[in-house]
């Protein structure tokens, strides 16, 4: 059978068949439109962090957003247990544009709400985004999945990179209420995508009914990752990849507050300000930088390595990277080569391990995808900014130097490659034999 144009166009980056394409395509400009609003989102949160408290007091608040998870994951689940996942994805989004509004008036306002902005907006970035790979999951089988990931990836990588971009624009002439308002806008349009997405989305030949208009089962998140060696194995790896990336990230930042101070000392506000500019612009930069690398990974890597090396062995390919990275950092520590380390560091995870921790999920049930994948991404991920947290707090009491700081990451990643090993072993276990191909829902 001849292949259509949109096959032939998107080739290169995915294989996406004819029916499934407009499904595909709305999934990526959703996550586009997700992403860009997140990095309004984050720049406007590392000004406030950062400007109020310091790299420090953004590694510790991580804590607070973990304990909030305790609560925050079960009543997630059980609400997730009434609705269907269309109803589940629209309504928690359109409740975080809510809370998205009431802090641009906040800022608007002159109130401080850095931390209380940083514990809020760590906890929808995990939480959105893990619903809406949950949905994507849940919509397509593990045979579509592995071949349309890489193309949704895209929409994630382009999004993140736009908006940081957007970021970098406002932040110069605006501030960050002008972020705030702008990603409130964005995240209402990905509420009203939702219900397209669903009409448009293909019905597998096998069950002959479009997976996400049944509803979700009752079982516990906490509970199936104590049962499922597999989702363990997974909960673990994300623990590690986060400690890593996390402990990292304090490094970068402790530098980038240093040399603000630096170049911009004094208390008045003159200096306050120049120092908030110096920040989001850098903040802004350092994010374009990646954010364009994970694109051009997601457009034409991560496909091509799901297909030599299958989904198992690409997760090695970020932690052979990071220790590379924090070896050269134990010799020649510098911004520049933490910056380097850094780039490479997020826009892998952005790209190809993003993608390839979504594809984990697919030979898993329907209660794993929302509630397991949920306590997974939101609370585990943050008890590795626990942890994190931990080391930086031992860390600055023993006078770490960064070489220290590089030395510990390394130690890290060789026990994050030890359950690579595992996971994958586990993955080739579990995957599915390949499935059908669908038939429109239309």
């Known amino acids: 059978m001849r292949t259509s144009l949109i096959e032939r166009v998107l080739a290169p980056i995915a294989d996406v068949r004819r029916e499934e ?24 949160r590392e000004i406030l962090i950062l400007t109020e408290g310091g790299a420090a007091v953004k590694s510790y608040s991580s804590a607070g957003q973990a304990i909030l998870l305790l609560f925050v994951v079960p009543a997630y689940g059980a609400f ?18 809510l809370h998205q509004a009431l802090f641009a008036g906040a800022v ?45 990836g895209v929409g994630g990588s382009l999004g993140a990179w736009i908006g940081s971009l957007r970021a970098g624009a406002i932040v110069g002439d605006a501030g960050p209420v002008k972020l705030f308002v702008d990603a409130c806008v964005l995240l209402l349009i990905c509420a009203a995508l939702v219900p ?3 009409r448009m989305t293909p019905r597998t030949a096998a069950s002959g009914h479009a997976a996400s208009d049944e509803p979700i089962g009752k079982g516990g998140g906490f509970t ?41 000392a004094g208390a008045g506000p003159e200096a306050v300000a120049a120092r908030e500019r110096f920040v989001g612009e850098t903040y802004s930069q350092f994010y374009s930088v990646v954010n364009l690398a994970g694109f051009l990974l997601q457009m034409f890597v991560v496909s091509r390595l799901f297909k030599w090396l299958g989904i198992g062995r690409s997760l090695l390919v970020h932690p052979l990277v990071a220790m590379a990275g924090y070896l050269l950092m134990i010799r020649a520590p510098s911004l520049q080569m933490i910056s380097v380390v ?51 707090f031992a860390g600055e009491r023993l006078a ?13 990643v060789a026990a994050w490659l030890a359950v690579v090993g595992l ?20």
């Open 21 to 44: 394409a407009a499904s595909a395509l709305l999934m990526t400009l959703l996550i586009f439109l997700l992403l860009a609003a997140y990095y309004l989102m984050k720049t406007g």
């Open 80 to 97: 997730a247990s009434r609705v269907t996942p269309v109803r589940l994805v629209t309504f928690v989004t359109l409740f975080f544009t």
């Open 108 to 152: 608007a306002a002159g109130f401080k709400v850095g931390i209380l902005y940083f514990l809020w907006l760590g906890i929808f970035n995990l939480m959105v985004v893990a619903q809406f790979w949950a949905y994507a999951s849940d919509v397509y089988t593990e045979e579509q999945g592995k071949r349309l990931f890489p193309l949704i």
């Open 196 to 198: 397209i997405i669903q």
């Open 224 to 264: 199936m990752l104590r049962a499922d060696r597999y989702l363990m194995l997974i909960a673990l790896f994300t623990l590690l990849l986060n400690v890593v990336n996390t402990t990292g990230e304090y490094l970068f930042g402790r530098y980038i507050v240093e040399q603000s101070q630096f170049l911009h």
């Open 342 to 392: 850094k780039v490479a560091d997020n826009s892998i995870n952005y790209s190809l391990s993003n993608t390839t921790r979504q594809a984990l999920w697919l030979p898993t049930s329907r209660e794993a995808k929302y509630k397991a994948k949920q306590a997974v991404d939101s609370f585990v991920v943050r008890a590795g900014d626990v942890a994190s947290a931990g080391l930086v």
């Open 400 to 412: 770490f130097t960064v070489s220290a700081f590089a030395g510990l990451q390394v130690g890290l």
């Open 423 to 442: 996971l994958t072993v586990a993955q080739a276990r579990r995957a599915a034999p390949a499935e059908p191909r669908t038939e429109s829902a239309l």
